[in-house]
């Protein structure tokens, strides 16, 4: 891989960082307050903006884009110009962007907890909150392409490709999704709006968090190896089916709605189909890694991400499953698809923007880790949490839809989960406590080394 040109701040590079550490917190804690209210319903009754309707799409925004978009996305402007053997196009530029970003998040924070939402989800943000998140992935969009401009490498890599794809792909999505040439609602009328949003709500995986974690992994497994890719040619069919396959297939979310088969039939078709892009990747990068898990298990960074590969295999191969209707009439509306939710976006793109993170700080730092210890302790605590997740809420989801379909109703069928939910916020705890953990490793390895406790 080419080396840089000359010796640049990342400042943009540490901003996305800090972000994501920071509300890598706050989502957990969101994340943590639903569970409870889940276990105890009474437990904040009088206080509105804290109400379940209110903190599970707080929660759910967060983890999004605060936490996970932003840590792919600080690997990414550390990745890039080193790639492209250039300086990044603005650095200035690129901490307005980050600036931007945490207004629109806590924007989403205080509307939301005040009652303001669109009602829908993935996009439950109001207008000029969208406004916000549009200008910048619009920024973004544009200091990337600037750089990739004036790069002096003329090979593009796969991880520019996956990187650039994102950005400018989640620039014309989210604007459909949350149809933002109709302020008020931010909706169209009937199932027509069912379909566009599911379009979009299933994009922010397949073409917002999915491309942007490759991008990462195809960049730290190699550099970790310290091995050539396995091939060229693989991570291209990879990178075009995945935009083949993935873009399409939203209507698996609405298997059970009056959508018109045609669609339905493709999205299961496809959903099936994309365990060749799926494969193809993963192929790619476990036969770089062959022989090599021993430098892989060596850096915290490339551990989270190889991690992360794995995660990606179950998520899909279950994806794949859950799109059979066979398979929907069981696990739809229940604990089962929350628990695939939480294997996608936390045990595969959230392990890879955490590996992307610390994989990219001491370089950032230019010192290592502030401690080895702490990101070690804290991979074993979310590799735990959220395997400990999948258990749980998928033993819930088939008590839950297998009591459905023998026609029981749901205040019958609570008593039977309460223990999994009891796991289920036991297992949070000590997902938001490593985050707590990671916030002060991360801010100790940047701003605070003393060099003390690194090992
Ligand atoms: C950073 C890590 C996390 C990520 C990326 C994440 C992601 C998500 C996503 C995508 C959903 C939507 C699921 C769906 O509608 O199918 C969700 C829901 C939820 N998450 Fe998390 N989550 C994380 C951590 C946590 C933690 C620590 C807890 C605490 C127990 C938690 C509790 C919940 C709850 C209670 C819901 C709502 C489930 C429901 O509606 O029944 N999450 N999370
Ligand atoms: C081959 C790949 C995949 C396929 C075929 C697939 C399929 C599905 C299907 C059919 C559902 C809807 C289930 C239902 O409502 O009954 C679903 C939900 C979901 N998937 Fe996947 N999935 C895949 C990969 C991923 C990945 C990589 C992520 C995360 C990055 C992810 C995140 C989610 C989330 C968060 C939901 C819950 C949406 C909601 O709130 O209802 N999936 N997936």
Request: proline share 4%; hydrophobic share 50%.
């Amino acid at each position: 891989m080419p080396s840089q040109a000359s010796s640049p701040t990342y400042a943009t590079a540490k901003g996305f960082c800090i972000t994501s550490a920071f509300w890598m917190m706050v989502a957990t804690f969101m994340g943590l307050l639903g569970a409870t209210e889940l276990i105890a319903p009474d437990l904040l009754e009088n206080v509105g903006w804290l109400v379940f309707g209110r903190v599970r799409p707080i929660h759910i925004n967060l983890v999004l884009f605060g936490f996970v978009t932003p840590g792919l996305l600080g690997a990414a402007f550390y990745y890039l110009p080193r790639l492209l053997r250039t300086d990044l196009y603005s650095e200035k530029l690129g901490v307005i962007t980050v600036l931007i970003w945490n207004l629109s998040l806590v924007s989403t924070v205080v509307s939301l907890s005040a009652g303001y939402s669109q009602g829908r989800e993935y996009a439950e943000m109001i207008w000029p909150v969208d406004m916000l998140v549009v200008v910048m992935f619009l920024l973004v969009l544009y200091n990337l392409i600037m750089t990739v401009r004036q790069r002096r490498e003329p090979v593009l890599y796969v991880s520019v490709w996956y990187a650039c794809a994102a950005i400018v792909l989640t620039s014309a999505t989210y604007c459909l999704g949350n149809v933002i040439w109709r302020p008020n609602t931010g909706a169209l009328v009937g199932i027509p709006d069912a379909i566009l949003l599911w379009f979009y709500g299933h994009n922010i995986f397949g073409l917002l968090l999915t491309p942007l974690a490759l991008g990462v992994t195809y960049y730290v497994i190699p550099k970790a190896c310290k091995a050539p890719i396995y091939s060229h040619t693989l991570s291209l069919i990879g990178f075009w089916s995945l935009l083949v396959v993935y873009t399409h297939i939203g209507t698996h979310h609405l298997l059970q709605a009056p959508v018109p088969t045609w669609l339905k039939v493709i999205s299961i078709v496809d959903s099936v189909g994309m365990v060749i892009p799926v494969m193809v990747v993963l192929i790619n990068i476990w036969y770089t890694a062959k022989g090599r898990l021993g430098e892989i298990h060596a850096d915290v960074g490339a551990k989270f991400v190889f991690t992360g590969t794995i995660m990606y295999f179950f998520v899909s191969i279950q994806g794949s499953m859950m799109a059979l209707p066979q398979v929907q009439r069981v696990t739809h509306f229940n604990n089962w698809v929350v628990g695939h939710a939480h294997v996608g976006v936390l045990g595969f793109s959230g392990m890879i923007a955490l590996g992307g993170l610390y994989y990219v700080l001491p370089k950032l730092a230019g010192k290592p880790l502030f401690s080895k210890f702490l990101a070690d302790f804290q991979y074993w605590m979310v590799l735990i949490g959220v395997s400990g997740f999948t258990i749980v809420l998928t033993i819930a989801g088939l008590i839950q839809g297998n009591a459905w379909l023998n026609g029981e109703t749901v205040y019958r069928v609570l008593p039977e989960v309460h223990l999994y939910y009891v796991l289920r916020a036991s297992l949070g705890l000590m997902i938001f406590t490593s985050a707590l953990l990671g916030f002060y490793n991360i801010i100790r390895t940047l701003y605070f080394n003393t060099g003390e406790f690194s090992s």
